[in-house]
């Protein structure tokens, strides 16, 4: 069952999901013992999910968890029904409970800020204030050192307050994601640098225009008004 499981290990990451499938359904007719049931379900469960099919995929990741899964993959387990749920649409109060327990749990705190990232994820399309909520959580946990999911959490930042038209908070958002999410590279890092340079120019020119605006709306006033202005700023 070892050789086949490990078999299967790495024709997941090559990407070759039918042989992976077959070199499975091959280890299923062997004897497992608790660990090895577990890893085998997981992948498993990783397979279809990757093939969409969610239901099937999260039966098999629930099927994953016994008294001997490790609190590591426990974790990822429950975090990838969570994301499944997701995907599938059907049951996305479901995910959001999933993904806050997981948060909750203490035996799962050095997970906090990625449990954190996928819920943001998930809130984001319904109630982006929520999911900006979130990632300031995610990026302040103090238990994270974990810099690539700082920039994920800043990435996302980001993309929230550029859709919401806040400029200069996308900017600042997507310099720290720059920063922290170079080495090694996110996934989404040309849209973060393309982003980031074009916000640039757009903040630039927005503290040009309010500064022309303000100076046009000084000189509308009175010397007396002018003077109670320059009082207050001393």
């Known amino acids: 069952p ?21 070199s499975l359904t091959a280890a299923s007719k062997l004897k497992f013992n608790l660990t090895e049931k577990a890893r085998a379900e997981y992948l498993l ?12 995929s999260n039966e098999h990741f629930k099927k994953s968890i016994n008294k001997k899964t490790s609190d590591e993959m426990r974790f990822f387990a429950k975090m990838s029904i969570a994301e499944n749920a997701a995907k599938s649409g059907d049951d996305m109060r479901f995910a959001i409970n999933q993904l806050e327990k997981i948060i909750k749990d203490s035996k799962y705190e050095k997970y906090k800020s990625q449990a954190l ?34 920039a994920i959490a800043f990435a996302e930042l980001g993309s929230l307050y550029y859709n919401s038209s806040e400029y200069k908070l996308s900017k600042m958002a997507y310099d720290s994601a720059s920063f922290l999410g170079s080495n090694p590279p996110l996934e989404n890092i040309y849209e973060v640098n393309t982003r980031k340079d074009v916000l640039s120019y757009v903040v630039n020119n927005i503290d040009i225009i309010q500064l022309q605006d303000s100076l046009l709306n000084l000189s509308k006033l009175s010397d007396k008004e002018k003077l109670a202005i320059a009082k207050k700023a001393i």
């Not at 990783?46 to 969409?52: P, R």
């Not at 998930?122 to 974990?146: R, T, V, Y």
């Open 117 to 150: 990232n996928t819920l943001a994820l998930i809130q984001a399309k319904e109630n982006p204030s929520k999911a900006i909520s979130i990632l300031k959580e995610s990026i302040g946990n103090k238990d994270n050192q974990d810099n690539f999911l700082k």
């Open 45 to 56: 469960a990783q397979l279809l999910s990757k093939k969409k099919d969610f239901k099937s």
């Open 2 to 22: 070892e050789l086949l499981l490990t078999k299967t290990t790495i024709l997941l990451k090559q990407d070759n999901t039918e042989d992976a499938i077959n």
